[in-house]
């Protein structure tokens, strides 16, 4: 696992969040979903569920949170997946957030950083989606050499899934 590392400013620090984070975890989601303006009812995550999900042996959620003297201000959530064309493990960045009020400091970088650690010390490439719309994301994961694709992302959810088994 990557050692916890300073970030600039040196007041900030990265580190694994834990089950016991949960309820930090879920604040901080709810937080981003605001942010991207998604409907509350589309954001199901829960303090227990995450508490579960970080905890478990092996993880079925990894999440790092990065914390200064006001507490957490951000995070990024993660899990590994298997490519098959890659034929490899990956690291799927599910989402990662740093609040308004510290962007610019260098957080997001921070929690890149944490990321690319954990994706070279395990041997796989880290893999994300992100909205086309979202210039600034773009040009920050440009600038840490990301290279993007564009591809169309499909949900099935589970009430459509019971429609289309009922037919």
């Known amino acids: 696992m990557p050692s916890e590392k300073m970030t600039q400013p040196t007041t900030y620090r990265v580190r694994v969040a834990t089950g016991a984070d949960a309820p930090v975890l879920l604040a901080l989601l709810r937080e981003f979903a605001a942010h991207e303006d998604s409907a509350p009812q589309s954001m199901l995550a829960t303090e227990s569920r995450l508490r579960e999900a970080l905890g478990a042996t092996p993880p079925l959620l990894r999440a790092a949170l990065v914390e200064g003297p006001e507490g957490a201000v951000g995070f990024a959530t993660y899990t590994v997946d298997f490519m098959t064309w890659a034929n490899s493990r990956v690291l799927r960045l599910d989402d990662l957030y740093v609040r308004a009020s510290v962007r610019g400091a260098g957080l997001g970088r921070a929690l890149m ?46 009430d459509a899934m019971r429609r289309f088994l009922d037919e």
């Not at 994301?137 to 050499?145: E, H, L, N, P, S």
Request: glycine share 8%.
């Open 113 to 158: 950083r944490h990321l690319a650690e954990v994706g070279a010390a395990e041997g796989m490439p880290v893999r994300w989606e992100m909205r086309p719309e979202n210039a600034s994301a773009r040009a920050f994961y440009g600038r840490i050499g990301a290279i993007s694709r564009e591809k169309t992302v499909f949900r099935w959810m589970p």
